[in-house]
């Protein structure tokens, strides 16, 4: 089968390798339906992390598809169904999968797809790819929705929802704020804060797609480098830039909350004294993905989800290493694998 390595910066390409196996009784195979990618592999493509000198190594941890083959004790699934995959390995019992925490598994730590971490499991941009403990991470699609604006259900999309809804839990009215910057994060989180949540929802950015999308979506937009509002229940950093970040930090209510995935690979100084006075909940971490894919699964099947409007282009698989290294790959290029 062909596999889309990144090579180096600014390089991609398809290989040749051998297929996946069933190795164990609870895998399953999946063919990708569709796939895209994490804003996290924009960067790694333009040699802004540390993963970019790694290279070559397969690419891509999101996508939907159709399950192709079965384990003996994976129960809860068959061949024929389509399927969300959850970016990372998790084995679903361990004492943090357990609680909630499966990007934090005791047994395979930071195994994922598409980055060199743990373990080599592949990329999502593979025709063909092998999901461990697959009643745990896999999620069934909702009949009657095109799944190929799903594609970013086992990471990005699933995060909207994540970086949002348990941090909004029992407030009336609430007021959030997304600072956007990495791509599509901010933007699936506009939805779920719209839509979902039902707040009041304000986005941040300088980029003009981004801003659009965000306002189609029903989000009061503002240029982030003017007057911004101080009262948030909820700010998402979305941005991966200190200085959104720092004005994410120092934009909620008392005791409120800010949710940060972007991922910064240096140090970032803090206004401590100003969080203190403030009083800030603060979260940076990965995104756990599969509790989260459920929720979002449903809000998705009965429509109060628009992940349709965060897609920036739909492209043919072949086309994955030209878009993604080209000047207009945008915010959620979804690359759709024929038969
Ligand atoms: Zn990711
Ligand atoms: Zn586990």
């Known amino acids: 089968m062909k596999s889309l390595m990144f090579v180096k910066p600014g390089e991609l390409r398809f290989d040749e390798v051998d297929e996946p196996q069933i190795l164990e009784p609870t895998d399953a195979l999946v063919r990708p339906i569709a796939s895209t990618t994490c804003d996290l592999d924009h960067h790694v493509i333009a040699d802004k992390t540390p993963f970019s000198t790694f290279g070559p190594f397969p690419l891509g941890h999101e996508c939907v598809g159709r399950v192709v083959a ?15 995959v959850a970016w990372h390995i998790a084995c679903g019992t361990c004492a943090q999968c357990a609680i909630g925490h499966p990007a934090r598994c005791l047994r395979h730590g930071d195994a994922q797809y598409g980055l060199p971490v743990n373990g080599m499991w592949g990329g999502t941009f593979d025709e063909l790819v092998r999901v461990p403990y697959a009643d745990y991470n896999l999620a069934k699609l909702p009949d009657g929705i095109d799944p190929i604006h799903l594609a970013s259900i086992g990471d990005n999309l699933a995060l909207g929802w994540e970086t949002v809804m348990p941090s909004v ?4 009215d609430p ?17 779920v804060a719209v839509h979902c949540a039902r707040a009041h929802t304000v986005y941040y950015d300088d980029d003009p797609v981004r801003m659009d999308v965000a306002a189609r979506l029903g989000a009061d937009v503002h240029d982030i480098n003017g007057k911004r509002d101080k009262d948030f229940h909820v700010a998402v950093d979305a941005s991966c830039d200190p200085d959104r970040l720092r004005a994410a930090l120092v934009s909620v209510v008392p005791e409120g909350t800010v949710n940060s995935v972007g991922i910064y690979f240096e140090d970032v100084s803090l206004p401590m004294l100003a969080l203190y006075q403030r009083g800030v909940n603060f979260h ?12 979002t699964l449903r809000a998705v099947a009965d429509r ?11 492209y043919d698989w072949e086309q994955i290493p030209d878009v993604l290294t080209g000047p207009n790959a945008g915010h959620k290029p979804i690359f759709v694998l024929g038969d």
């Open 175 to 191: 007021k959030v704020a997304v600072f956007g910057g990495t791509g599509s994060i901010g933007l699936y989180a506009v939805d």
């Open 284 to 295: 940076n971490g990965k995104g756990m993905a599969r509790p989260n894919m459920t929720p």
């Open 70 to 84: 079965v384990g003996e004790e994976c129960a809860d699934f068959r061949v024929g169904d389509a399927v969300g």
């Open 169 to 172: 839990e029992g407030i009336t």
């Open 304 to 314: 109060t989800l628009h992940p349709e409007l965060v897609t920036s282009g739909i």
